[in-house]
């Protein structure tokens, strides 16, 4: 059984220095942006065991589950279950951390953005309208437009002209190839603020002597100025054949600040050895680079969305992280520069050139559960059976084409689906990014997995008539175009232009004092 604790007992938990803590929040992503504690991970309830073994992948962590007291309760069994030996529930949830003090926040990647608030207003991060950037293309001013974002986002939709980078850290190591001379101006785009700003800044301290803007409020500031977007592919930024001598200075001279060494694979396995430190393991590169080889102990996280989004992968405070890069080591310099703002632990970065490193068996393994064929579903609904075929996707790849009749359903609707149908078999539908067989052997009744998952039916799927078992609560980013993206954006800057006065007086939010409180690490970097 899980320890239950007073809302007064984590608050004092997360004050304490040099303690492994991992708080969790088991909320669907659209609930948890009504309010949530700074410090704690979201790990939906729906993909608990698919994701808890990589973000706390030690068993005697000490976990502290705080969102809805019923949701916390089923969770910390599946916990206890698994092996984890050290779980805490806090009695009534979120609302028992308000109630003893604690403070909590709309949104997503709270932190991360508010840090993009306190760079543009510590460091004067220089910004630009889209008018005034038109005026520079319409003067034919010598001006390089560079996009921020991850290459799928790009695709969406870019500025035209612009530079798909690949995003974040990708913009130090690749801008040169475009930005030749001291007299172009550069633009950083993102879709909103907070990657433009981090963007531009970086740019700036790596000692590039050129004029260099995050553009206001990013796309949707372009678009809503009633200038077009380009779609699809455009010009893509190459990573260059080697980088300059003042960007290795720059790469040195960062980690030294940072107190990042620099390690080879041995120290890295040694660490990943350590059961007293959880590890994490982080391949900034671009996916692609990834894709060609890569650590077997790492994660492909680009550097600029895990400054973006640490708060889903970074789950225990304290931890050891390292970053895997090129030997150059300029995107794990322009990582590191930021992720010290966030992250009191130690940061190490190893060159992925290095000796196989590999990590512990990571997910569970998968239950044994009944699976049924699309020819079994066939012949049941032939003979007048009720089935009910639930899809476990996302939702944006159950909108992508799935099966007729089908629902798209959470984990946690399964008990009042069943509930309503007794008598039906329920048969879960999954792919190669979610496995459904967690979800039936825990959940009642006539529960089977389809054999193959979506591929099974992959020649069938339709895009008509979709339904859903509640509303779409995996998704909390705005809708594709039009006016609803229009007044979800007007919302959106509102609530992110009040995190610098909403945050203060949270220590969680006093980024100089956790850059200054790095545990354990040295004064410089060693090659």
């Given at each position: 059984?899980?320890?239950?604790?007073?809302?007064?007992?984590?608050?004092?938990?997360?004050?304490?220095?040099?303690?492994?803590?991992?708080?969790?929040?088991?909320?669907?992503?659209?609930?948890?942006?009504?309010?949530?504690?700074?410090?704690?991970?979201?790990?939906?309830?729906?993909?608990?065991?698919?994701?808890?073994?990589?973000?706390?992948?030690?068993?005697?962590?000490?976990?502290?589950?705080?969102?809805?007291?019923?949701?916390?309760?089923?969770?910390?069994?599946?916990?206890?279950?698994?092996?984890?030996?050290?779980?805490?529930?806090?009695?009534?949830?979120?609302?028992?951390?308000?109630?003893?003090?604690?403070?909590?926040?709309?949104?997503?990647?709270?932190?991360?953005?508010?840090?993009?608030?306190?760079?543009?207003?510590?460091?004067?991060?220089?910004?630009?309208?889209?008018?005034?950037?038109?005026?520079?293309?319409?003067?034919?001013?010598?001006?390089?437009?560079?996009?921020?974002?991850?290459?799928?986002?790009?695709?969406?939709?870019?500025?035209?002209?612009?530079?798909?980078?690949?995003?974040?850290?990708?913009?130090?190591?690749?801008?040169?190839?475009?930005?030749?001379?001291?007299?172009?101006?550069?633009?950083?785009?993102?879709?909103?603020?907070?990657?433009?700003?981090?963007?531009?800044?970086?740019?700036?301290?790596?000692?590039?002597?050129?004029?260099?803007?995050?553009?206001?409020?990013?796309?949707?500031?372009?678009?809503?100025?009633?200038?077009?977007?380009?779609?699809?592919?455009?010009?893509?930024?190459?990573?260059?054949?080697?980088?300059?001598?003042?960007?290795?200075?720059?790469?040195?001279?960062?980690?030294?600040?940072?107190?990042?060494?620099?390690?080879?694979?041995?120290e890295v396995r040694h660490q990943l050895d350590n059961r007293s430190v959880t590890t994490y393991v982080f391949d900034v590169r671009s996916p692609a680079e990834f894709r060609q080889g890569h650590l077997d102990a790492a994660i492909s996280v680009p550097g600029g969305q895990l400054v973006q989004t640490i708060d889903e992968h970074v789950a225990v405070h304290?931890?050891?992280?390292?970053?895997?890069?090129?030997?150059?080591?300029?995107?794990?310099?322009?990582?590191?520069?930021?992720?010290?703002?966030?992250?009191?632990?130690?940061?190490?970065?190893?060159?992925?050139?290095?000796?196989?490193?590999?990590?512990?068996?990571?997910?569970?393994?998968?239950?044994?559960?009944?699976?049924?064929?699309?020819?079994?579903?066939?012949?049941?609904?032939?003979?007048?059976?009720?089935?009910?075929?639930?899809?476990?996707?996302?939702?944006?790849?159950?909108?992508?084409?799935?099966?007729?009749?089908?629902?798209?359903?959470?984990?946690?609707?399964?008990?009042?689906?069943?509930?309503?149908?007794?008598?039906?078999?329920?048969?879960?539908?999954?792919?190669?990014?979610?496995?459904?067989?967690?979800?039936?052997?825990?959940?009642?009744?006539?529960?089977?997995?389809?054999?193959?998952?979506?591929?099974?039916?992959?020649?069938?799927?339709?895009?008509?008539?979709?339904?859903?078992?509640?509303?779409?609560?995996?998704?909390?980013?705005?809708?594709?175009?039009?006016?609803?993206?229009?007044?979800?954006?007007?919302?959106?800057?509102?609530?992110e232009l009040s995190l610098l006065d909403d945050t203060a007086g949270d220590p969680h939010f006093d980024f100089e004092q956790i850059a200054s409180s790095k545990l354990d690490l040295p004064s410089s970097a060693t090659s």
């Amino acid at each position: 059984m899980p320890t239950h604790i007073a809302g007064h007992t984590l608050l004092a938990l997360d004050s304490t220095p040099r303690t492994e803590l991992a708080i969790l929040d088991l909320r669907s992503p659209l609930e948890r942006t009504t309010g949530q504690i700074a410090v704690s991970t979201g790990v939906p309830y729906h993909d608990l065991e698919q994701r808890i073994s990589e973000l706390v992948p030690h068993l005697d962590t000490t976990i502290v589950l705080a969102g809805t007291p019923d949701l916390d309760e089923v969770g910390a069994a599946i916990l206890e279950q698994l092996g984890y030996t050290d779980v805490r529930v806090v009695d009534d949830g979120i609302r028992g951390w308000t109630a003893a003090g604690g403070r909590t926040y709309t949104g997503t990647n709270v932190r991360s953005k508010t840090l993009g608030e306190w760079i543009e207003h510590t460091f004067a991060t220089p910004t630009v309208d889209s008018d005034t950037v038109q005026s520079w293309l319409d003067n034919e001013e010598d001006i390089v437009i560079l996009d921020s974002r991850p290459s799928g986002e790009y695709l969406h939709h870019h500025i035209p002209g612009g530079y798909n980078t690949g995003g974040g850290a990708e913009i130090d190591y690749r801008a040169g190839q475009v930005v030749t001379t001291p007299h172009t101006k550069v633009v950083i785009n993102c879709a909103g603020r907070t990657r433009g700003i981090v963007g531009a800044q970086s740019l700036i301290n790596t000692g590039i002597p050129n004029q260099v803007f995050s553009l206001y409020n990013g796309t949707p500031a372009w678009e809503q100025s009633g200038r077009p977007l380009a779609f699809g592919r455009g010009a893509d930024l190459d990573a260059p054949q080697q980088v300059s001598a003042e960007l290795v200075d720059w790469v040195e001279s960062t980690l030294a600040q940072a107190g990042a060494r620099i390690v080879g694979a041995e120290e890295v396995r040694h660490q990943l050895d350590n059961r007293s430190v959880t590890t994490y393991v982080f391949d900034v590169r671009s996916p692609a680079e990834f894709r060609q080889g890569h650590l077997d102990a790492a994660i492909s996280v680009p550097g600029g969305q895990l400054v973006q989004t640490i708060d889903e992968h970074v789950a225990v405070h304290g931890a050891h992280i390292v970053l895997v890069d090129t030997g150059e080591f300029v995107r794990a310099a322009s990582t590191v520069q930021w992720l010290r703002y966030l992250h009191s632990g130690p940061i190490t970065v190893v060159a992925a050139s290095e000796a196989e490193v590999r990590r512990a068996e990571g997910r569970f393994p998968i239950p044994e559960v009944a699976h049924v064929t699309v020819a079994d579903i066939a012949a049941w609904r032939s003979a007048g059976r009720d089935v009910r075929i639930l899809d476990l996707r996302s939702s944006t790849r159950y909108a992508a084409g799935h099966i007729a009749e089908s629902i798209h359903a959470r984990r946690e609707h399964i008990p009042q689906i069943v509930e309503g149908a007794p008598d039906a078999t329920v048969v879960l539908v999954g792919d190669e990014t979610y496995a459904p067989e967690y979800a039936a052997a825990a959940g009642p009744g006539n529960i089977a997995v389809l054999s193959g998952g979506i591929d099974a039916v992959a020649d069938s799927l339709t895009t008509e008539a979709p339904r859903y078992a509640a509303g779409i609560e995996d998704h909390t980013g705005p809708p594709p175009f039009g006016p609803d993206r229009d007044r979800w954006y007007a919302a959106y800057f509102e609530w992110e232009l009040s995190l610098l006065d909403d945050t203060a007086g949270d220590p969680h939010f006093d980024f100089e004092q956790i850059a200054s409180s790095k545990l354990d690490l040295p004064s410089s970097a060693t090659s």
